[in-house]
């Protein structure tokens, strides 16, 4: 052995350095880090599916008297939450990618913890399956973005790993990957939406915390595809359909994140004289206000909104105002301040966008709903690589590639066009802007 040394000192430094501990504890909490993220998100997802499970089964069908309990159940879950959130879990609010994005920005870690920490993770899930309990319009793939940094972070910490910046990117596409079972998606929305100044020194991480997250996620649920599988393909007659599901899905996402940043931002200036109080009464009006559209639609609105997503790709026909109705909920829900995220819901919608073009163009549920999702996504977050290639991922569906693009990128500018401030980004100069108010304020003597 001693000559195999002398003779191949490439392999003496080899295991010189993999004897140090410093080179392999890092190593091994980033890989426990990333398998435990697609772990929680599993655990995370059926949670999620029971809670909306119970609430559809609390009210029952739709007709009887118990239909009316979401007037009750809704209003009094976001004032829990809401309060919660305020009082136990400050930063967990809202979807959860802003404020992954705004950690990256931030350079003290201890600004950083107040928005990316394991209280948040337990937090973030405790009260976005309670939002869902009570009948939100919420989904978890946004929270699951914080919950994936989070621990990354919390590895880095724990493992003395200097690349904060790197291992909260590698974390967020970790969650999504695990979150949607599409490890593309995740990659590219790590590129797209999360760096817009990607580094190309974090392919490795990346690429490494999205293996290992979505070997958990396939180890526990298996290989499946989110929405199905839909083989239908779009032929060149129906191309009409594919500009109409871009223009329209474009500009009613810009206009669903146009309404958002104004609401958020004037309930913001609005609670700043009674934080506690006002955030109370702003969730409790739009839990009764998300309650009333749930009941209007015959209980479609409530939830995620993957059941109505992927019934339309499978073809059957949302009804033609089911988009709208879906769009206001989501919007409320978002603005109430609970936990709770947009990816699920703005599907859905374009789902429904979708199926009411489909009726009009004479072209087939399945397809149209592709379509429909893939324009008003792009245009809710301005990101159209991510749109279509998520879709894709999710629906299994190859044949469609070069429609999908086109839809995305008609959905993202057009969108550009309406609104031109990405919608997590501008939510996370919010975040940004307490981290450097909250600094002053230590810094101010007393």
């Not at 973030?124 to 940094?149: N, W």
Request: glycine letters at 12%.
């Amino acid at each position: 052995m001693a000559g195999t040394s002398r003779k191949y000192p490439m392999l003496r430094r080899s295991r010189a350095m993999w004897a140090a501990r410093r080179v392999w504890q890092p190593r091994l909490v980033f890989w426990a880090g990333a398998v435990s993220i697609g772990v929680i998100s599993v655990l995370f997802a059926v949670l999620a599916d029971k809670a909306q499970a119970l609430f559809h089964v609390m009210i029952g069908d739709h007709g009887g008297w118990r239909c009316y309990l979401p007037l009750i159940v809704t209003p009094l879950g976001f004032l829990l939450c809401a309060w919660l959130a305020h009082a136990f879990f400050p930063g967990s609010q809202g979807s959860g990618i802003p404020q992954a994005i705004a950690a990256r920005h931030l350079r003290d870690d201890d600004d950083r913890s107040h928005i990316l920490s394991l209280r948040l993770v337990v937090g973030k899930i405790a009260l976005t399956i309670v939002g869902l309990f009570c009948g939100a319009s919420i989904g978890r793939e946004g929270p699951t973005v914080q919950v994936g940094a989070s621990l990354m972070l919390q590895a880095a910490r724990w493992g003395g790993m200097a690349q904060a910046r790197g291992l909260i990117l590698a974390g967020s596409a970790a969650g999504i990957a695990a979150a949607f079972n599409t490890p593309l998606a995740g990659i590219v929305f790590a590129i797209e939406e999360m760096g817009r100044t990607y580094e190309a020194r974090t392919n490795g991480l990346v690429l490494t915390a999205v293996i290992l997250a979505g070997l958990a996620s396939l180890g526990l649920l298996g290989n499946y595809t989110y929405f199905g599988v839909s083989n239908e393909t779009i032929s060149f007659a129906a191309w009409p359909l594919v500009i109409a599901c871009g223009v329209v899905g474009g500009a009613l996402g810009a206009l669903f994140s146009l309404l958002a940043l104004k609401a958020t931002r004037r309930i913001r200036r609005w609670n700043a004289n009674q934080p506690l109080r006002r955030t109370l009464l702003v969730a409790v009006v739009c839990g009764l206000a998300v309650a009333i559209i749930g009941i209007a639609s015959g209980d479609l609105t409530f939830g995620t909104g993957y059941a109505q997503a992927r019934s339309a790709v499978e073809g059957t026909p949302l009804p033609w105002f089911f988009f709208a109705e879906k769009l206001l909920a989501g919007l409320l829900s978002m603005i109430s301040g609970i936990p709770g995220g947009i990816f699920a819901p703005s599907l859905a919608v374009g789902a429904g966008i979708g199926s009411s073009l489909g009726l009009i163009f004479g072209v087939s549920t399945g397809v149209a709903a592709l379509l429909g999702m893939a324009g008003y996504f792009a245009g809710v977050v301005q990101a159209p690589m991510t749109a279509f290639v998520i879709i894709l991922e999710m629906t299994g569906n190859h044949d469609n590639v070069i429609a999908l693009m086109s839809a995305s990128m008609l959905g993202y500018g057009t969108a550009r066009m309406i609104s031109h401030e990405p919608l997590y980004h501008a939510l996370s100069r919010v975040f940004i802007a307490e981290a450097i108010r909250r600094r002053r304020a230590e810094t101010i003597p007393t």
